[in-house]
């Protein structure tokens, strides 16, 4: 029996070694990296190098665009900041050649949701300059810290209206700046969430939209009305573009490995 006893511990101790052997040589998907808001690390799944491609494209505005109004300010500190120039509505911005501008376009379906990404190095950051947010949309990731300034000489009131955040709302004096974080007194936003405002109840006509997300797979379109996404996983992939007065659109677009999507859409006149 006792020859018996000491077999069985031999085996169990032969299998023991060899999992704990086959554990150290299989490959590992995964890498520690640093979580905002003294959290410490978690482990962020990265897909693999050799399967992702980019999308890019560009949205155009077809017709005549509408008339950007002049916006009105009513505080007389606001209108010194604009001597000599008129301040448009950043509403419908439309490019010299037709690009469309203030368009925020983020992957929206078909991505893995085991996947997860390590956030940025720097914050996002939103400016209040000229009595106005800068810039108009920003789009950011979850967690991401953000710092919001107050770049006038006059107070502003940052009061953002998400649905699935924290709703918040202080003053900022005049030259000052608030890092946002997921333990600070302001809290940076930790949940993804389709575009939302920003406002200023000081300022009626002062608005930002902010988009937030959980993968970087996210853009804000200029002037020239294009964007560009880099590092995306390879498959069949829903792509989200959203714009404040055009409403919002669905694109299917197939990512392959090394290749860049093309991605062109066209806007009319609401």
Known sequence: MRSSMLRRIACFAAVACMAGCYSKCMPTKTVTAPRH???GPIAVALPPSDSLGSISGRLRFVGTPPLRAPIEMSEASCLCLHVGGT?????????????????????????????AWPLPAKPAVLTQAGCLYVPHVLSMRARQPLEVRNDDDVSHNVHTHPKLNEEDNWSQGPRHVDLLTTTSRHRTFTKAEDPFLVGCDVHGWMGARVGVFRHPFHAVTGEDGEFRLEGVPEGKLTLRIWHEKLGTRDVEVEVKRGVEAAVESEFGAP
């Open 87 to 115: 301040v448009l509505e950043e509403t419908v911005e439309v490019g010299p050649d037709g690009g469309l501008k203030n368009a925020m376009v983020w992957v929206a379906k078909g991505l893995d949701p085991a996947l």
């Open 37 to 39: 808001g003294g959290e």
